[in-house]
T-cell receptor, first 119, second 115 residues
């Protein structure tokens, strides 16, 4: 089935541990995103990528790193996890407007989310 | 700076009754507005959008939204709620052309539809 797949779905980390979240999409989308979702707050953009080999910072990038070595994959890394990074993480992908390069969020696909707890 | 507010954390409605989920926004120019729905253990799904044109836009699953420029609102509506509509709803706004990747999501409103 076409879509966005995130692994793992759940994870508990100890403070200071590292981990990588994997996002894979099979729709040949150029743009990919990582968001975090916290209670009482909307989705906040962590990092995004406009194509293979390119990444950029979003609204809340501190404490995270990303890589887009292959077009279909977008990895989110936590080098030293902190309790403040307890959240639900969503990956998304989308096409973009050929004229303006603005992402077509109405056509975005979101993964099922990864619930991360840092203790 | 652009922003979006969903003033209600939760909305309760009986099945068959009309529902409204509120959203107000603040942007410097003409907004692109979106509604998304999130079912349990699922990612967000796009419902509808407003970019220009008719103030009443129709979307998936019988939902519609009314754009009101003077009140800077974009409320989500449905004439007759279903139990299966129970979910978390997000309003989002982007201010083109500079908004780019800065699609701002509201905090979400949880909708409960009782049978």
């Amino acid at each position: 089935n076409a879509g966005v797949t995130q692994t793992p779905k759940f994870r508990v980390l100890k403070t200071g541990q590292s981990m990588t979240l994997l996002c894979a999409q099979d729709m040949n989308h150029e743009y990919m995103y990582w968001y975090r979702q916290d209670p009482g707050m909307g989705l906040r953009l962590i990092h995004y990528s406009v194509g293979e080999g390119t990444t950029a910072k979003g609204e809340v990038p501190d404490g995270y790193n990303v890589s887009r070595l292959k077009k279909q994959n977008f990895l989110l890394g936590l080098e030293s996890a902190a309790p403040s990074q307890t959240s639900v993480y969503f990956c998304a992908s989308s096409r973009f407007s050929s004229g303006t390069l603005i992402p077509l969020m109405e056509q975005a696909f979101f993964g099922q989310g990864t619930r991360l707890t840092v203790v | 700076a652009q922003s979006v507010a969903q003033p209600e954390d939760q909305v309760n409605v009986a099945e068959g009754n009309p529902l409204t989920v509120k959203c107000t926004y603040s942007v410097s120019g003409n907004p692109y507005l979106f509604w998304y729905v999130q079912y349990p253990n699922r990612g967000l799904q796009f419902l509808l959008k407003y970019i220009t044109g008719d103030n009443l836009v129709k979307g998936s699953y019988g939902f519609e939204a009314e754009f009101n420029k003077s009140q800077t609102s974009f409320h989500l509506k449905k004439p007759s709620a279903l139990v299966s509509d129970s979910a978390l709803y997000f309003c989002a706004v982007r201010d083109p052309p500079t908004g780019g990747f800065k699609t701002i999501f509201g905090a979400g409103t949880r909708l409960f539809v009782k049978a």
